[in-house]
């Protein structure tokens, strides 16, 4: 099975400051990256993926990801982030679409 | 348009007791559903999915079934239920084929006491 590691549990950040939230996978084979977002008291939803092609790939509300295969890290971005953009953040993993793995979750916390 | 919906919202049930939760999805068909369980510091952790009905995937051995008796309804049940059992129980779904995006439902509050 595949291991998704989110190192950082929680993460408090100042409004429009920048933001990066780490994600590292075991995998050592082709796998396709997804980050999913859960904003309080709602269900998670997609934020961005990478499937193929350009290893930096953009997402809803100004987010962007960098696949770097090398590492294997997927870390999320944010040149500068808001207080709407307070919420958990999930990294996951599929090597095939049946399953999906995910990480253990970061926290954003932004302060006015 | 698609929707999910589980119940229930909550649960609070007694250690020992048996635990039956429901899943369907509307406005496609033959989905790929899944069951995860959210727990504290863990994220969120794959139990089961189903390709179609009757066939079911297990990830995590544990005291905890699935089941899908029609093509979109997913149901996750337990004879006798553990303290650990406790958790917030996620079903999603997803288009069958290539597409790549999870649709998750509200989630279940289950608390063993």
């Known amino acids: 099975a595949q291991s998704v590691t989110q190192l950082d549990s929680q993460v408090p950040v100042f409004e429009e400051a920048p933001v990066e939230l780490r994600c590292n996978y075991s995998s050592s084979v082709s796998v396709y990256l997804f980050w999913y977002v859960q904003y309080p008291n709602q269900g998670l939803q997609l934020l961005l993926k990478y499937l193929s092609g350009s290893t930096l790939v953009k997402g809803i509300n100004g987010f962007e990801a960098e696949f770097n295969k090398s590492q294997t890290s997927f870390h999320l971005r944010k040149p500068s982030v808001h207080i709407s953009d307070t919420a958990e953040y999930f990294c996951?993993?599929?090597?095939?679409?049946?399953?999906?793995?995910f990480g253990s979750g970061t926290k954003l916390n932004v302060k006015p | 348009s698609q929707t999910i919906h589980q119940w229930p919202a909550t649960l609070v049930q007694p250690v020992g007791s048996p635990l039956s939760l429901e899943c369907t999805v509307e406005g496609t068909s033959n989905p790929n559903l899944y069951w995860y369980r959210q727990a504290a510091g863990r994220g969120l952790q794959l139990l089961f999915y189903s390709v179609g009905i009757g066939q079911i995937s297990s990830e995590v051995p544990q005291n905890l079934s699935a089941s899908r008796p029609q093509d979109r309804q997913f149901i996750l049940s337990s004879k006798k239920l553990l303290l650990s059992d406790s958790g917030f129980y996620l079903c999603?779904?997803?288009?069958?084929?290539?597409?790549?995006?999870?649709?998750f439902g509200p989630g279940t509050r289950l608390t063993v006491t």
């Open positions: 996951a993993v599929s090597e095939n679409f049946n399953k999906f793995y």
């Open positions: 999603a779904w997803r288009a069958s084929g290539s597409s790549y995006e999870q649709y």
